[in-house]
Structures are given as C-alpha cells and as structure tokens.
C-alpha cells in the first residue's frame, strides 16, 4: 500500500479535486439531455488532461523549486504571481459550490437542513490541516472518498439498463442541437490545467512527507491512472444519466436532482447511494480546491508551498471559510461569484498552458527530460483547445 501510494498518491488527489459537484451537474446533464451521443468528449477531454498532467509530474519529479518559482525564473515575478493570485480567486470563487455539495448530499439523505452539514464539515476540514502530516492525511482521504465514489457508480451502473450498442456508437464524435455549451463545460472542467498545474507540488509534497524517490515512470503512471479515474466516474454518471433518465425524458439541472429522479425508478437505496457518490465528490473537492488555492497563494506571495507551513495553512483556511460563509449566506453560489471566476479563468488558463507548455520544453531547465516529439505534439493541440474554448466563452460572456 506504501509503494502504491508513493506512485498512485499525486494523480488519485488530483482525479478527487477537479471531480467535484459541478462536474457531477455536467455529467448529468449530458446524459439526461442527449443519451450516450457525447460520450467522446468524455475520451478527447482525459486525453489532454492526462499530457499535460504527466508532463507536470515531470516537472515536479525533476525539481525540487516549484513551477511557479521556475515560470517567475523562466518569464518574470509579476506572471508567477498573476497565476498564483488568479488560481486562488477562483479557488475561492468556486469553494462555496463544494460546500453546498456537501449539504445537500447529506441533508437530503437525512432530510435535515444543509446549513448544519456545510459548517460542520468545513470544521472538519479546516481541524485536518493542522494534523501533523497534513499531506499524508489528505492522501489517505482521497484515496477512501474516491473508493467509495468508484463503488457507488459502478454500483449504480448495475443497476442501470445499458445499450451496449448506443453507448459504443458514443463514442464517434457528434454535436447534437443544443449541445454545445455542455461540449465546452465539460472540455473546460475535465481538462483542467489549475489541476495539472498542482500535479507538480503533490509530487514535490509526496516527495518531502515520504523521504522517497519518485521516478520519471512511476509519475507518469501515476497521473495517468489518476486521470483515468476522473474518466470512469465522469462516464459512469453519463451512461447512469442516459439508461435511466434518457428514456423517460427526465432533465435535471444538478447532480442533487439526478439523485431525486433515480428514487422513483431504483427506490430510496440506489437515491442514497447516489448521494453518497455526490458527497465523496463534494467533500474530496472542498478540501482540494482549498488547498490549491491557498498553497499557490502562498507559493505567489514568497511564503512557499508547502503544506506543512502555518502560512500555507491559514491560507488554505481562508479559502474554506470564505466558502463556508457564500454558501450558508445564498444557499447557492452567487452568479456575481461564477462571473468572477469565468472572467478569471478566462485569461489565466491560457498562461497557464503556455507556461507549462514551455517549461516541460526547455532542455535547459528539464534536460534529457523535456518533452519528447508526442508531448510536443500533444501539448501543441491541447493549446490549441483551450484557446477554442477561451475564444468561445470571451464570445459568450462579452459579444453575445
């Protein structure tokens, strides 16, 4: 279990970060609203997110500075912290949908207020900050709430009625009417640079906590298998949204109300046992997210990255009580909030892809490790889709 964790560790945190509730909501959506017809983006998606997340591994295998210390050397100060503050403005941003996540999975399988389970939770996750060997623990627990989502999907899974058929002729690329803008919510959510990006702190993390080596090849795998995960639990909720609700022309608008329209066709268990799933992705994600955005945070401002820091920690606290406090004051996150984040995200993904991009190139920072001709191909394309995606959401958000 130690060596696999020393391997697997890195990418299962990461697979568990980006899952989160809102990832869940699009999942959903996909497969009530249009069956098995985008199951490719699922694979095109994990695809780019598995380069540039290996090639992050990389990185933080070959070195103990961290990315953001070696874009500051690279470029200039002000870009590395540019990144740092704006993934931490989104961190925040998107914090309070984690907690609401949380209190809606458990409040509506108990049938108590969601306000209780937000805070008490927050409580929770802050209390895990100040554990000893923080980094371990969150391993730990990232490595049970992704099992236990893994088990409520496939469980869920069982239960569903799949058209093998369909679901294979998915997997040819399509754009159903209409689907455009879930195409770009999940491409956007799924190949999620902020995720890559830290991939190279947990293994510098993993490193430091273990006192162990990390190879090029066991990090490599390591991500993959992470990114992997992320593929299986996004397309479990599709094809569980495309046998059970597709059919019967049931839409949702959010992972909580797939987990109310699976009760009348699989009966109060398989509900529960959704909501289950939805809160193993909201939790894993409101201590991970937090904890991205406080630890680059700090690393922008000179305080470091690590997170055994008291800094980093408060920080990271930061995140989750300004969370907390969104989520218990709308019940919901504020569209203000969501604009914020887009309007970030926006202008700061395509640094972020660049500077990866161009560090993982640079025989004179990675030496014989620099990006072979693959992953310059593959980076190259990766750029290449997240520009789309930064023109179309520039046209949705200001010339629409």
């Known amino acids: 279990m130690k060596k696999l964790l020393n391997i697997l560790g890195p990418g299962i945190i990461t697979a568990a970060l980006v899952f989160g509730p809102s990832k869940m909501t699009i999942t959903s959506k996909m497969g009530a609203d249009y069956e098995y017809s985008l199951m490719w983006i699922v694979g095109l998606a994990l695809f780019f997110m598995g380069v540039y997340t290996a090639m992050c591994a990389r990185i933080g295998v070959i070195h103990d500075k961290s990315l953001l210390t070696l874009i500051k050397e690279r470029f200039n100060k002000g870009i590395g912290i540019a990144i740092g503050v704006g993934i931490f403005l989104v961190a925040t941003s998107f914090q309070a949908g984690n907690g609401i996540g949380v209190g809606i999975a458990i409040g509506e399988a108990t049938g108590t207020p969601m306000s209780i389970w937000i805070i008490t939770f927050t409580v929770l996750a802050i209390a895990l900050l100040f554990f000893p060997s923080f980094y371990k623990v969150m391993e730990k627990l990232m490595l049970g709430l992704v099992l236990v989502m893994l088990a409520c999907f496939i469980a869920t899974l069982f239960l569903a009625d799949i058209d093998a ?104 268990h398989a509900s529960s046992l959704f909501f289950v799933g939805l809160f193993g992705a909201a939790f894993s994600s409101l201590v991970g997210n937090a904890t991205v955005g406080g630890a680059l945070l700090g690393d922008a401002l000179g305080f470091g990255s690590s997170l055994s820091s008291k800094k980093v920690k408060i920080l990271i606290s930061i995140v989750m009580i300004l969370g907390c406090l969104v989520a218990i004051s709308f019940g919901r996150l504020p569209l203000e909030l969501i604009v914020l984040a887009q309007s970030v995200t926006i202008f700061l993904v395509p640094f972020i892809g660049v500077s990866i991009y161009i560090i993982a190139n640079d025989k004179s920072i990675m030496g014989a490790h620099a990006n072979n001709r693959f992953y310059r191909i593959a980076g190259a394309l990766g750029l290449a889709v997240i520009s789309i995606l930064m023109v179309s959401n520039i046209y949705d958000m200001f010339l629409k």
């Open 165 to 268: 058929g369909r679901f294979f002729t998915g997997f040819v690329p399509t754009m159903p009417t209409g689907s455009l803008g879930l195409v770009i919510a999940f491409t956007a959510s799924c190949f999620s640079l902020v995720g890559a990006f830290y991939q190279t702190y947990l293994i510098q993390e993993r490193r430091k906590s273990s006192h162990e080596g990390v190879n090029i090849k066991n990090s490599a795998r390591g991500a993959y298998t992470g990114v992997a995960i992320l593929g299986f639990m996004s397309a479990s909720v599709v094809v569980c949204a495309a046998a059970v609700l597709f059919p019967k022309g049931i839409h949702v608008g959010s992972a909580a109300e797939m987990g109310k329209a699976l009760e009348p066709l699989f009966g109060k």
